[in-house]
């Protein structure tokens, strides 16, 4: 008999308890703590991850003059900054293919109280597949319905002269640019909205029915339609589930990661000092090198959190 998002809070916890506790096993918070990283469990949007961050100014090679760089080639500033921007669209691909993996897996983990990565991935490669593409296609609709959603009224108000002189069109612009942040923020809550009843209504029925998204999708649209206020009433419960459950995670959180800055940081310093002590400098190489080591610590602590 089917039962309410509500009436099913008490038997999740008994669930988790028995899964984490029941007996603790090491092996297995650290396997169920990579799969939810790799899974994207933490992330709540569902364009965020399209997002890329382009350099707008042309003139990198002086700004890495003007902090102490004046040898640096600013055509090799350029070439390195391509690779990074070539290299960031490539990881985010990689991980998306391996986040839809393992969001089956994690699924999988769920049901039968045991995280086995190796073995359910060949068994749940097709429908991670299936889902890599759906999230392609979706970040690909956010990124241009995020394009249409701003560009279009800026090319009227560019086109009706309003950006040329604002102080003469202060109402017009205040009154559009109050509209466009509504529409904007339903747009937001609308791709938040289809990403979390992707991941909450659609992945289960292409993991236990071996179908496509797009047909979830068709299934679920009748159901959303005639029982409109259970799945708003799931919404608000896991919006304030999740306030609750981010209050208690982040001060655990925060703990963990001031304990674990002690001996990152003293190992950074050490690092610096050495460096200094051979005679190294701040250039780009040393540079690139930091960022790496910065972005593998980062790793480490997300993956801890």
Not at 73 to 87: F, K, Q, R, W
Not at 190 to 216: R, S, W, Y
Request: with cysteine; net charge positive.
């Amino acid at each position: 008999m089917p039962i309410s998002a509500i009436d099913a809070i008490s038997p999740a916890f008994q669930h988790t308890r028995q899964q984490l506790l029941q007996p603790f096993r090491v092996a297995q918070w650290a396997k169920l703590a990579l799969v939810g990283f790799l899974a994207g469990e933490l992330s709540s949007g569902g364009c965020s991850s399209g997002n890329f961050q382009l350099p707008g100014h042309p003139s990198s090679g002086q700004r890495f003059a003007g902090i102490g760089l004046p040898g640096v080639d600013p055509a090799l500033v350029a070439a390195l900054i391509a690779v990074l921007i070539v290299l960031g669209i490539v990881f985010w691909v990689l991980f998306l293919y391996v986040s839809s993996v393992m969001r089956f897996i994690l699924f999988d983990s769920v049901i039968a109280k045991q995280c086995e990565i190796q073995r359910n991935w060949g068994r749940r490669h097709g429908a991670g597949l299936r889902y890599f593409v759906w999230q392609i296609l979706f970040s690909l609709a956010c990124l241009v319905g995020l394009t249409v959603l701003i560009g279009i009224p800026a090319t009227f108000a560019l086109a009706a002269g309003w950006l040329k002189d604002p102080r003469q069109h202060l109402v017009p612009l205040i009154l559009g640019g109050m509209l466009l942040f509504f529409v904007f923020m339903g747009f937001v809550l609308l791709t938040l909205v289809v990403h979390v009843f992707t991941k909450d209504f659609v992945v289960p029925q292409m993991a236990l029915e071996n179908i496509g998204a797009i047909e979830g999708w068709r299934r679920l649209l009748p159901i959303l339609k005639s029982e409109k206020g259970s799945y708003a009433g799931y919404v608000g419960m896991k919006i304030v589930m999740t306030l609750g459950a981010a209050v208690v995670v982040g001060i655990v959180t925060l703990i963990v990661i001031l304990i674990l800055l002690i001996p990152v940081g003293g190992f950074g310093v050490i690092a610096v000092m050495a460096g200094k002590t051979a005679g190294l400098t701040w250039n780009l190489y040393t540079i690139t090198l930091a960022v790496v080591a910065g972005c593998i610590v980062l790793a480490a602590l997300l993956y801890v959190m």
